[in-house]
């Protein structure tokens, strides 16, 4: 099982970036996606989720109405497209997985998923 991220880049603040991460190895209808984020210095946490059985999404609070996260059953794919960017966007983010059999519900705690990508840079920046 793996997963990995497509490459980030730098944005103009207010700019937009999508993210994909590809599964290999599975099937996304049966594991949860995560988008997680990491900036210098501070904690791996959860920007986004999407349950396995359902494609029920959550979203941390900073990025509600600007991200969205979708799942592509056929592609295998799950992509974060993130709009309406911010400095405060800029960090290393992640794309995880872990096995579920969960409706409506995706972990929030990086410590629920088992199979991680290699991280890609996001920077926000003038």
């Known amino acids: 099982v793996q997963v990995m991220e497509s490459r980030g880049g730098l944005v103009q603040p207010g700019g937009s970036l999508r993210l994909s991460c590809a599964g290999s190895g599975f099937t996304l209808e049966k594991y949860a996606i995560g988008w997680f984020r990491q900036a210098p210095g501070k904690e791996r946490k959860v920007v986004s989720c999407?349950?396995?059985?359902?494609?029920?999404?959550y979203y941390t609070d900073s990025v509600k109405g600007r991200f969205t996260i979708s799942g592509d059953n056929a592609q295998n794919t799950v992509s974060l497209q993130m709009n309406d960017l911010e400095p405060e966007d800029t960090a290393m983010y992640y794309c995880?997985?872990?096995?579920?059999?969960?409706?409506?519900?995706?972990?929030?705690?990086?410590?629920?998923?088992?199979?991680w990508g290699q991280g890609t840079l996001v920077a926000v920046s003038s």
């Open positions: 999407i349950s396995s059985k359902d494609g029920t999404p």
């Open positions: 995880a997985a872990y096995r579920s059999d969960a409706y409506y519900y995706c972990a929030g705690s990086p410590r629920e998923y088992r199979h």
